[in-house]
């Protein structure tokens, strides 16, 4: 089989089956087309590792012996048997690569899906046996050849009823899945997908036909379960081939089962299970590999790996479909083959001197074959990775002998056995022995510390560990030993600042520990002295300098102090004022008011300490400086002024708490104008047109600052006063002349006047006039009401003060026209409603209504009214107008009434149907074609009548009445001309109701010419009493009719005078008397009862049956016959719309046309 691979830039081609492996660089890998030639198929599996396989598989038709190989399972050339459509990897168990032994991975579990392997068939002495064994399936050997008598019924009895069950439509299965025969360039993974979808679906679908039936029982499913299960333990036994030292080559067959009967099972929803034990026949058996459906064809192959070398296993398979398990196969035993040792354990010391070393080693697993020599080999000292055979024989223990002495040498251990050589042991490292160390050097100083001081030392080839002892004078211990261990610096921490400690060294190795150093001394560091104390004013503060002084820190740090540094801080960031060896400094040029803010630092061997804490001085504050000139905001007015100013440049050092404002007269006396805080104010009571002079100064808490330079101010010209009240004369009750007089204009000519007026007492004032005249006529003023007026005078200045305001009312008119004019209209009547206009001040007396004739209707001062004695279906104009003392008002707008038809009569009632509880009435000929309303009303108990219908319906029944009781009813028309009158009152009564029907009644005390028959009685209904009609019927006879045999109010009755041995029907009805002497009413007769006198022979049993009326109930429709009944609704349904949808269409098509 030849694989071609196109993979982007790339092409390859590949003897046998093909395992390409693909690495994606960009992210997941995809499923990529593949080339193939007709007939293979593709399988692509991705790995926890993003590797992408692509298996390349042949077919090969079921029962077909391949060619005879060539070779065995390592020659060049090897036979590779067809394999069938690819299936879905198992999620546990696959075919993976071999790891090795000592990975950690059990044999036989494979928890991921790596790469697949195909492994070659087995050699070509076994082919003739592959082949027959594939050859021998049902088709060249039924089964039912080969089965009993009792077998063969059996599976005629099972398929009858399965085929029975195939006919009432109880399996729905699907066809089988399809198989591909030609490869193409899609996505393999997605074609195996839905390859696996539909097998599972199949497999459901059989296994729902084989085990559930809506109406089957329990028994039949078991059988059922039973037989299959039969079925499926007819599997094959295993075949094994290519059995190596770790693998072996598991070939599978499907089950013998029968195809007649189970002709809709498709061999490839079968999932297989193999049972492998390595502890013999009977040994526990552990599930290593589950085939799940897929289209693999009759046969499938499986690679079992991670087996153990030379050991003899056995192995079972059993079949599966759904959750139905055949029986296991017999088991077939296989023996994997020899191969090399699996490779030794490090090998171990066991003695050692300066020339030679003696190692010892374990043994390792034979794996089938006798170890023949362990090989032992040496780096001989190099230290490069360059080893040398120094032992080979069967000896688990070796000396090497002339070494050098302190000298490390690797070692490495294989083991030989007639299969091969092993891997090699882990590499082991020893070292030969040596003398004693020299003396070293002293130790030396690396760095010092204030507390701690790192010495370090220089290692030599024969020094392993070192020993550093330390000596405190102060202490008087001696030396004690601060550090034991093999590195070269140590850090001896915990000691004083400043101070001396003596340190000496020895070297040591596995012979010894040798002298001595010299003792050498260091020092540690002094450390940084603490922050001076918190500094402090002294004496007194002024206004631009003050002392300050601080102490020394507490902590010097074990040096002395050298100098002080201090900061200054005036609010820009701190400044060095001073650096020197006194304690206490004076700041000068300072601002007065200011906070500074002062902190000191020291220095000494040690370092520079941390900065104190702060201390803060405020200068002392002075006045304020001179402000700058107020300057004048606006113009100035007649009467005031605004003037603003600003803060001084200088606050002295404290915050200007306020200012004061003082102005000069022309006769030089002065006042002060203004004192807070704000920048501005006005300056008020001014005489118009004068000069004045300003001035300004800012004040803090240290006093008054200078005045500022004076700012002269001219005050401007004022607004005129207010006029004298105006003078109002009016000319008609519309209209009034409105007239004023000039008033003092204050220094401006007065250009123009505003006159205000108000019309109603909650308003307010409004502008009815602008201008320069002193007299103005005010038009469409109301009759009879009160006007106020006001007048005010401009000029340049502004607007002077308003006028007095004055009062007129103006004199009463005829009324207003009517407006809003409402009506209802009937069919003889108008009923007219109106809103009352304006009286204009004199009441109104009367209304004036015309409607179209010669002479007004006149009405009182009411505002509605009712014109009678109209035609009907007539159009009227009508218009209105109203008096009053004046006179005659306009008339309104005129509106247009039309009076509606007049409304139907009553038609008459009658009753059609009379029964205990309900009436059904009839009214009218049963036609409406003025699409007529009717409402039907009946009496209450209280006299008064409720509508019980309305429509346009003819007939109405009464439900709900009580029996023998009249009832009352009358009814009425409607139409759009309004409700007619109401009809004459008719009175209906309704029946009695009949009494129930009883149940059958009772056969007793049967004889040869009597009997007793008993009845379950009623209650009475009302007043009337309850009475029994029986009646008996001779069956033998063959009597058409019943005979009456008793009539009273008993519930029992004994029959005489019978003939023996008869049959006899009975039956029974309730009759109720009316006390009103109206008749009798009698009830429905019970069922029959039939019963036998007894004859003259020997007494016998009597049986009594009772015959009653049963109502067949309706047979309940199947589920079947119900989606057809809803079908069928749903097609008529679709058909009705579909004929209305085109009449509609063809009716606006041609309504279209024809216009």
């Not at 036989?108 to 027959?132: K, L």
């Not at 050692?352 to 006798?370: D, F, M, P």
């Not at 107008?881 to 707008?893: E, L, M, Y």
Request: glycine share 8%.
């Amino acid at each position: 089989m030849i694989a071609v691979c196109e993979a982007s830039d790339f092409t390859f081609m590949k003897s046998g089956p093909a395992t390409v492996r693909m690495v994606s660089n960009n992210g997941p890998p995809l499923p990529m087309p593949m080339q193939v030639p007709p007939g293979h198929m593709v399988q692509q599996i991705v790995d926890e590792h993003g590797i992408l396989t692509h298996v390349i598989l042949s077919p090969q038709p079921p029962g077909m012996p391949g060619s005879p190989m060539t070779g065995g399972p390592n020659n060049g050339a090897q036979y590779y048997p067809p394999y069938g459509p690819p299936y879905p990897s198992p999620p546990q168990y696959s075919t993976h690569h071999h790891p090795h032994p000592g990975a950690g991975t059990p044999p036989h579990m494979h928890p991921g899906v790596h790469h697949a392997h195909i492994h070659p068939p087995p050699p070509s002495h076994n082919c003739n046996n592959h082949a027959s064994a594939h050859s021998a399936g049902p088709s060249s050997s039924p089964a039912s050849h080969h089965l009993d008598e009792r077998t063969v019924r059996q599976r005629d009895k099972m398929k009858a009823k399965y085929d029975r069950r195939v006919q009432d439509g109880y399996y729905q299965s699907g066809p089988a899945p399809s198989r591909r025969t030609k490869s193409k360039r899609t996505s393999a993974r997605n074609e195996r997908n839905k390859e696996i979808t539909a097998s599972n679906k199949g497999v459901s679908q059989t296994m729902a036909t084989l085990s559930t039936s809506p109406t089957q029982n329990g028994d039949d499913i078991e059988e059922e379960r039973r037989e299959l299960q039969q079925q499926l333990t007819s599997m094959p036994a295993p075949k094994i081939s290519d059995v190596e030292a770790r693998s072996a080559l598991i070939q599978l067959d499907s089950p013998d089962y029968d195809q007649s009967v189970y002709d809709l099972i498709n061999p490839a929803d079968f999932c297989y299970e193999l049972l492998l034990s390595e502890k013999g026949r009977d040994g526990k058996y552990k599930p290593v590999y589950t085939k799940y459906p897929g289209k693999l064809g009759d046969a499938t192959e499986i690679t079992l790996k991670d087996l153990k070398p030379a050991t003899e296993y056995f192995l079972k398979a059993s079949t599966l479909l759904d959750d139905i398990r055949g029986s296991p196969t017999d088991p077939v035993s296989f023996k994997t083959l020899c191969c090399e040792p699996d490779p030794p354990q490090s090998p171990r010391l066991s003695q050692k001197t300066k020339t030679s070393i003696t190692l010892k080693w374990n043994s390792t697993a034979e794996n089938g074959a006798r170890i023949q020599t362990y090989t032992l080999e040496c780096d001989q000292g190099q230290g490069e990775g360059h080893f040398v055979e120094v032992y080979e024989g069967l000896s688990r223990q070796f000396r090497l002998s002339k070494l050098q002495a302190s000298t490390r040498y690797l070692f490495r251990l294989a083991a030989v056995n007639s299969m091969g050589k092993s891997g090699y042991s882990e590499t082991s490292s020893f070292y030969t022995s040596g003398s004693v160390p020299s003396q070293p050097d002293p130790p030396m100083l690396s760095e010092a510390f204030v507390n701690a001081l790192t010495i370090s030392w220089i290692k030599r080839p024969n020094d392993d560990d070192f020993t550093l002892h330390m000596e405190d004078e102060c202490t008087g211990h001696g030396f004690i030993t601060v550090y034991n261990g093999p590195n070269l610096s140590h850090i001896v921490k915990t000691l004083r600042r400043n101070s001396e400690y003596r340190f000496k060294l020895a070297a040591r190795n596995e012979e010894g520990q040798g002298k001595w150093s010299d003792v050498v001394c260091y020092k540690t560091l002094p450390d940084r002295p603490g922050p001076p104390v918190k500094p402090q004013s002294k004496g007194k503060v002024y206004a631009q300098s003050f002392r300050v002084t601080w102490d020394p820190p507490k902590d010097d740090g074990g040096s002395e102090v050298t100098s002080y540094t201090v900061e200054m801080d005036d609010g820009g960031g701190y400044d060095i004022v001073y650096n020197g060896p006194d304690r206490e400094y004076v700041c000068e040029r300072l601002t007065p008011g200011h906070s500074y803010r002062v902190r000191a630092k020291c220095r000494s061997a040690g370092g520079v300490s941390d900065y104190s804490e702060c201390c803060t001085v405020t200068t002392q504050a002075v006045a304020p400086g001179q402000c700058q000139p107020p300057k004048l905001q606006g113009k100035p007015k007649a009467s005031s002024l605004h003037l603003r100013w600003n803060y001084p440049e200088k606050d002295g050092g404290a915050q200007v708490t306020d200012f004061t404002a003082q102005m000069s007269f022309p006769d030089n006396t002065s006042r002060e104008v203004y004192r807070g805080r704000d920048l501005d104010c006005i300056v008020a009571g001014l005489s118009p047109g004068r000069p004045y002079l300003f001035q300004v100064r800012a004040h803090n808490k240290a006093g008054a600052g200078p005045w500022s330079d004076p700012l002269e101010v001219v005050s401007g010209a004022g607004v005129p006063d207010a006029p004298k009240a105006p003078v109002v004369t009016c000319k008609s009750p519309h209209s009034a002349i409105i007239s004023w007089e000039e008033p003092v204009n204050n220094g401006a000519t007065i250009s123009e006047y505003k006159l205000e007026w108000l019309q109603r007492a909650d308003f307010d004032y409004i502008q009815l006039y602008l201008g320069s005249s002193q007299s103005y006529e005010v038009r469409g003023l109301i009759p009879a009401s009160q006007y106020s007026f006001r007048v005010q005078a401009i000029n340049s200045a502004g607007s002077g003060p308003f006028s007095s305001p004055v009062t007129c009312v103006t004199p009463s008119s005829s009324p207003a026209p009517v407006v809003s004019i409402r009506y209802s209209a009937a069919a003889t009547t108008i009923a007219l409603t109106w809103k009352e206009p304006n009286c204009n001040g004199s009441e109104i007396i009367a209304y004036n209504i015309d409607v179209g004739e010669k002479n007004l209707t006149v009405v009182s001062s009411i505002t509605e009214h009712t014109l009678e004695g109209l035609s009907p279906e007539t159009t009227y104009k009508i218009r209105i107008q109203a008096v009053n003392d004046i006179g005659v008002g306009a008339f309104s707008a005129p509106i247009k009434v039309t009076t509606r038809a007049l409304p139907p009569n009553p038609p008459r009632l009658e009753c059609i149907s009379t029964l205990p509880n309900s009436l059904k009435l009839r009214w009218g000929d049963g036609r409406n074609q003025d699409m007529v309303k009717y409402t039907l009303e009946m009496e209450k108990e209280d006299g008064s009548f409720v509508a019980i219908h309305t429509g346009p319906a003819h007939t109405h029944k009464v439900n709900k009445l009580s029996e023998l009781t009249s009832y009352e009813f009358r009814i009425f028309a409607s139409n759009d001309a309004g409700d007619g009158p109401y009809s004459d009152t008719f009175t209906f009564t309704t029946t009695k109701a009949p009494p129930p029907a009883l149940k059958a009644p009772r056969v007793s005390e049967t004889g040869l010419s009597h009997c007793v028959l008993e009845w379950t009685g009623i209650k009475p209904i009302g007043s009337d009493c309850i009475h029994y009609l029986l009646q008996i019927q001779a069956l033998a006879a063959k009597e058409v009719e019943y005979k009456e045999v008793y009539r009273g109010p008993n519930t029992s009755y004994r029959l005489t005078n019978l003939s023996p041995r008869t049959e006899y029907q009975a039956r029974v009805c309730a009759v109720r008397q009316s006390t009103s002497r109206s008749g009798d009413i009698t009830g429905a007769f019970s069922p029959g009862t039939v019963f036998n006198t007894l004859s003259p022979a020997p007494q016998r049993t009597l049986i009594t049956k009772t015959v009653e009326t049963k109502i067949s109930e309706p047979k309940q429709l199947t589920d079947q016959q119900w989606a057809m009944i809803i079908l069928f609704g749903f097609v008529l349904f679709a058909v009705l719309v579909a004929f209305i949808a085109q009449q509609i269409i063809s009716y606006t098509s041609h309504t279209s046309s024809r216009q």
